[in-house]
């Protein structure tokens, strides 16, 4: 029997028909929700992510704005560009693209955000708060991946789960998301001992490590749900996920594709967290 495919494409549009629903009400009270994107340099991948996220925002009645430097960007450029964003009143979030060039400090422009606009969930504040389990940006993929194992009604409570990939975008805030939902939690990752062993005790596996088909059908519990965060482009030109998905579907309860997957709801979650700053 193959596995039930869990459809983000389909579901993160009912999550942005929502979105779009409660940009309406408050523009009602005046509110027009803004996200201004910042991304530094060329990457392809990156441009791509960029237009996605700005047509989801003008669908959504999200004013969006981008802010575009060479890689020859200074790291004072991009301080001084996020200091101008966090006193605009009209940017209710903001995004900085990754990666950035090489020679900037990340985690210094990230903490730089301030945490009222933090859109991506990635300043220490809000990864504090998930830690203590107090209110705050959740990162979007993680959130992504929770809102489809409750859509498809995944049971999580009391069941093994195995997070490969230790991230601090990914791995680690989603261990902590299924740990708040009563899970087991265990992190793997590319130093782990027997891989294969550790995932096949798991009932829900997740792979976000970023090596195609990484996971095969001999890694899964039968009956498991599988979770593939990874996308790769194969020298053919073709993506691919972490997980071998034609033969795991076919061991798996419940499987997400690549593409079509988690990544639309990543966007999906990321119109949220805006629409979530601009209502406080």
């Known amino acids: 029997m193959s596995a039930i495919i869990l459809d983000g494409k389909a579901l993160s549009a009912q999550v942005r028909a929502e979105v779009k629903s409660k940009v309406a009400a408050l523009a009602q009270r005046g509110i027009r929700p803004g996200l201004a994107v910042v991304l530094a340099g ?3 991948a990156s441009k791509v992510y960029v237009r996605n996220k700005t ?32 006193a605009d009143p009209a940017v209710h979030g903001i995004l900085v693209q990754l990666p950035l060039p090489k020679h900037i400090d990340a985690a210094r422009v990230l903490a730089a955000v301030s945490p009222q606009k933090d859109a991506d969930g990635f300043h220490v504040e809000s990864m504090g708060a998930l830690v203590a389990g107090a209110p705050g940006f959740v990162p979007c993929t993680p959130a992504g991946v929770m809102r ?3 859509h498809w009604d995944v049971p999580l409570s009391g069941r093994r789960a195995v997070v490969i990939g230790r991230s601090n975008i990914v791995g680690k805030p989603l261990a902590l998301l299924l740990l708040q939902k009563d899970a087991t939690v265990t992190i793997s990752h590319s130093k782990t001992a027997d891989l294969a062993a550790v995932a096949r005790q798991a009932d829900i ?10 996971v095969t059908a001999q890694m899964v519990k039968p009956g498991a749900c599988v979770i593939d965060v990874g996308i790769n482009r194969l020298a053919d030109g ?7 998905f034609a033969a795991v579907k076919d061991v798996a309860g419940w499987i997400t594709p690549v593409p079509g997957g988690v990544g639309p709801m990543t966007i999906a979650m990321l119109l949220e967290n805006c629409v979530q700053a601009a209502s406080k």
Do not use: F, W
């Open 42 to 44: 060329d990457d392809p």
């Open 55 to 86: 047509r989801a925002c003008e669908e959504a009645g999200v004013h969006s704005q981008q802010i575009d430097y060479p890689a020859s960007v200074t790291q004072e450029e991009l301080m001084a560009c996020i200091r101008k964003l966090n």
């Open 148 to 150: 489809m194992l409750a």
């Open 205 to 214: 596996l997740v792979a976000a490590i970023g090596r195609p088909k990484l």
């Open 238 to 244: 073709s993506l691919a996920g972490d997980v071998d």
